[in-house]
């Protein structure tokens, strides 16, 4: 297995040999992910192995700002990406973080976005401490479900057997009833199906059947991340289940939108299949050293705007719109506060660290003119006034671990008016 942590090949030529690519004889070996940002959907190479030296079978390959496992030539050759910020040893906590995200609901909402799962692409054998997806779908499914848990299981009607005594109801279920009953000489009983309305429905079946299977994974966590969070979230949801059965399959529940008021529900059972599917409905498949995965990718650019939009939260709470609106314009975030109005943008790039990107400036500085942000900072018409924009990226040496009111201007941009940045530590294993 070819392995890489992400974002190599950038500043200088990382090379890679391997007797699969010379046998296979390609100039060029990628892997995308189908991205969406800023309402608009497109495809981003995860990693690209481009041939420098056909006769000597020389590649240099580059990765992007994406985690996972993948095939590079289907069956021989696989490559995995690790999660690395910096040129350390050290490996980014991104289980932590997103852990940490769970926390708020706006995360909740837009989690599908942080993962694509190849289920239909042959599995690939790795350590089991190489595993990156399960805990990550695990703890998405678990911060989704806590949302749901905070408004309700949704009820319905659904359908029960009762074998009951000396009376019917609804339709009777004549071959059961003679099999059980009138064959054993049991003549007063009669097996019935009816509808019943509660919780105990075949989408919250499903949903508890993951979330045991979950309960299940909890242990393991010890040995990746800081696990008190993970058992604090066990904690809330489990009670809301008391009530709900594990017997159900995938089949039971179709896939289908359950509205704007049940939105999590979708996320939720899709997540759900993919932790049963992940299993086959047995948990002590991960006692294994080596563990068979499907391919997958996860998204450390979108996972970190979602961490900084936790940090922001976690200080000024309401005060942060995320992903402002306007006309094809999407901002990150929006901080309307007495003292702090600003656009701030978040940008998962090192080049921070010693420098900048005039792009980047280019375009916070075009969202802060923006006519509704303005009226939405100030609730009048005066574009005149000159809109701080804050730009946050990953910092492991100085960065601050929390963001405070005091921290947003500490840093200004040289050349560039009321342009500030700010970088904050990413938790690290």
Same mark, same amino acid.
């Given at each position: 297995? @070819?392995?890489? &942590?992400?974002?190599?090949?950038?500043?200088?030529?990382?090379? #890679?040999?391997?007797?699969?690519?010379? #046998?296979?004889?390609?100039?060029?070996? &990628?892997?995308?992910?189908?991205? %969406?940002?800023?309402?608009?959907?497109? @495809?981003?190479?995860?990693?690209?192995?481009?041939?420098?030296?056909?006769?000597?079978?020389?590649?240099? #390959?580059? %990765?992007?700002?994406?985690?996972g496992v993948d095939w590079v030539i289907p069956n021989k050759l696989p490559i995995q990406v690790i999660p690395k910020i910096d040129d350390t040893e050290r490996q980014t906590d991104y289980l932590k973080m997103l852990l940490h995200c769970m926390k708020h609901p706006e995360v909740t909402q837009e989690i599908e976005e942080l993962v694509e799962v190849k289920w239909e692409e042959p599995k690939i054998e790795i350590e089991q401490h190489q595993d990156f997806l399960t805990p990550f779908l695990i703890i998405e499914f678990l911060g989704v479900l806590r949302s749901i848990v905070k408004k309700g299981l949704k009820k319905s009607y659904y359908k029960v057997e009762h074998n009951l005594q000396s009376r019917v109801k609804g339709k009777v279920l004549i071959s059961k009833t003679i099999k059980h009953n009138l064959a054993q000489n049991k003549n007063l009983h009669t097996y019935c199906q009816f509808e019943e309305f509660g919780v105990n429905t075949p989408e919250n079946k499903l949903l508890n059947k993951a979330f045991e299977l979950s309960k299940a994974y909890l242990p393991s966590f010890n040995k990746l991340t800081e696990a008190k969070g993970l058992k604090d979230l066990y904690n809330y949801i489990n009670p809301a289940f008391n009530q709900v059965s594990t017997q159900v399959s995938l089949n039971e529940v179709p896939q289908r939108k359950s509205g704007s008021l049940f939105k999590e529900y979708d996320e939720a059972l899709t997540l759900a299949r993919y932790i049963i599917k992940r299993y086959g409905y047995n948990i002590k498949s991960q006692t294994k050293e080596k563990v068979e995965i499907p391919p997958f990718w996860i998204d450390m650019s979108k996972l970190f705007e979602f961490y900084t939009l936790s940090l922001l939260k976690d200080h000024f709470g309401a005060a942060v719109s995320f992903q402002f609106k306007n006309r094809g314009s999407e901002l990150d975030y929006l901080l309307n506060t007495e003292t702090y109005k600003m656009v701030i943008d978040a940008k998962y790039k090192p080049s921070y660290l010693n420098g900048r990107n005039n792009q980047d400036m280019r375009q916070v500085s075009g969202y802060a003119r923006l006519k509704k942000v303005y009226e939405t900072l100030y609730g009048d018409k005066d574009y005149n006034k000159l809109i701080d924009c804050l730009i946050i990226y990953p910092d492991q040496e100085t960065g601050l671990e929390k963001i405070t009111g005091n921290d947003l201007k500490q840093n200004p941009i040289p050349d560039y008016m009321n342009i500030y940045k700010l970088g904050v530590v990413l938790p690290i294993v």
């Open positions: 297995m @070819l392995q890489f &942590s992400e974002h190599e090949g950038f500043k200088e030529i990382t090379p #890679v040999t391997h007797e699969f690519l010379k #046998v296979e004889e390609g100039e060029f070996f &990628s892997k995308t992910f189908k991205k %969406t940002h800023r309402n608009r959907e497109q @495809l981003e190479h995860c990693y690209e192995i481009n041939c420098i030296d056909q006769e000597l079978g020389e590649y240099a #390959v580059k %990765t992007n700002y994406y985690i």
